[in-house]
T-cell receptor, first 114, second 116 residues
Framework: DTEVTQTPKHLVMGMTNKKSLKCEQH?????MYWYKQKAKKPPELMFV???????INESVPSRFSPECPNSSLLNLHLHALQPEDSALYLC?????????????FGSGTRLTVV | AQKVTQAQTEISVVEKEDVTLDCVYE???????LFWYKQPPSGELVFLIR??????QNEISGRYSWNFQKSTSSFNFTITASQVVDSAVYFC?????????????FGAGTRLFVKA
């Protein structure tokens, strides 16, 4: 199994809703990442987990709350989002948190906030 | 400053043409890694290649080749005999150290259109 699975693929939510994005990998990778990508822009790092511990938070607003319940699963909990948060949210994993490793990306969740 | 510049926003070619995507980077690190990723319309980023700063050998993989030149801080990507399936956004990326761990920063991307 050499892939990262993200669910749902599409999500439309209101500004008062609470929803969660899910990311799963079964490659034994110990580093997992959340990226946000706006249209026609490069991915921007949000969070990095290493061995289920939060390693990097790129000053992301608290309405985004990451969670890593185990080594295979990464969640992103969403609450009280704004329309400008509409974007493609990409999850990635790598063997370790090492600058030399390539990432395996999921196909993303396309989020629309209305 | 750590930075990745992909000056070509969009490139359009006809099938079977060769095309080179440019990437210029800036870093103060002596050890660093450079990557190319492909993002097709389906959305996922696909890892293509990694190169470390001590290895300036060019690499060829099928129709893809990469030219790494530290002297000009460039890591260019050439597709030979392009095909419609090569149409995608291509990102060059740099991995660097920082507080809490290593981060990968992406260039702005080059959108490649290959017409039949």
């Amino acid at each position: 199994d050499t892939e990262v699975t993200q669910t749902p693929k599409h999500l439309v939510m209101g500004m008062t809703n609470k929803k969660s994005l899910k990311c799963e990998q079964h490659m034994g990778h110990r580093a997992m990442y959340w990226y946000k990508q706006k249209a026609k822009k490069p991915p921007e790092l949000m969070f990095v987990y290493s061995y289920e511990k939060l390693s990097i938070n790129e000053s992301v607003p608290s309405r985004f709350s990451p969670e890593c319940p185990n080594s295979s699963l990464l969640n992103l909990h969403l609450h009280a989002l704004q329309p400008e948060d509409s974007a493609l949210y990409l999850c990635a994993s790598s063997q370790t948190l090492d600058r030399g490793v390539g990432y395996t990306f999921g196909s993303g969740t396309r989020l629309t906030v209305v | 400053a750590q930075k990745v510049t992909q000056a070509q926003t969009e490139i359009s070619v006809v099938e079977k043409e060769d095309v080179t995507l440019d990437c210029v980077y800036e870093t103060r690190d002596t050890t660093y890694y450079l990557f190319w990723y492909k993002q097709p319309p389906s959305g996922e980023l696909v890892f293509l290649i990694r190169r470390n700063s001590f290895d300036e050998q060019n690499e060829i993989s099928g129709r893809y080749s990469w030219n790494f030149q530290k002297s000009t801080s460039s890591f260019n990507f050439t597709i030979t005999a392009s095909q419609v399936v090569d149409s995608a956004v291509y990102f060059c990326a740099l991995s660097r150290g920082g507080t809490g761990g290593f981060k990968t920063i992406f260039g702005a991307g080059t959108r490649l259109f290959v017409k039949a």
